[in-house]
């Protein structure tokens, strides 16, 4: 069975940093590009950054570059976001996710995914 858990989420001061992970299990995750995707209360899900199987590729939405970083480690299985300078805005329920579509600054999970994780809460307030 094919299962992404995210971790890493906390209560943290605007300015400061969070790591989140992403780890696989079911599958080779190096066989897939990654996305991090977050969603606020009432707000939809939105994409935020993607990887490359390789890693030699990623993208970002706008409002997170320059302040966010996806990288991945094949050989644990495992994808990451490192986030600096975080806002109040990032507060939301972030969630990782295989094979998203990214062109740009858009990154759009792959039509028909449904392999959703529980996510990990980020909170940023002081």
């Known amino acids: 069975q094919v299962q992404l858990v995210e971790s890493g989420g906390g209560l943290v001061q605007p300015g400061g940093s969070l790591r989140l992970s992403c780890a696989a299990s079911?599958?080779?995750?190096?066989?897939?590009?990654v996305g991090w995707f977050r969603q606020a209360p009432g707000r939809e899900r939105e994409g935020i950054s993607c990887?490359?199987?390789?890693?030699?590729?990623?993208h970002y939405e706008g409002s997170v570059e320059g302040r966010f970083t996806i990288s991945r480690d094949n050989g644990k299985n495992m994808a990451y976001l490192q986030m600096n300078s975080l806002k109040p805005e990032d507060t939301a329920l972030y969630y990782c996710?295989?094979?998203?579509?990214?062109?740009?600054?858009?990154?759009?999970?792959?039509?028909?995914?449904?392999?959703w994780g529980q996510g990990t809460q980020v909170t940023v307030s002081s």
């Open positions: 996710a295989t094979d998203p579509v990214c062109m740009g600054r858009r990154v759009d999970p792959r039509p028909g995914y449904n392999s």
């Open positions: 079911g599958l080779a995750l190096s066989n897939h590009a």
């Open positions: 990887i490359s199987d390789s890693g030699r590729t990623t």
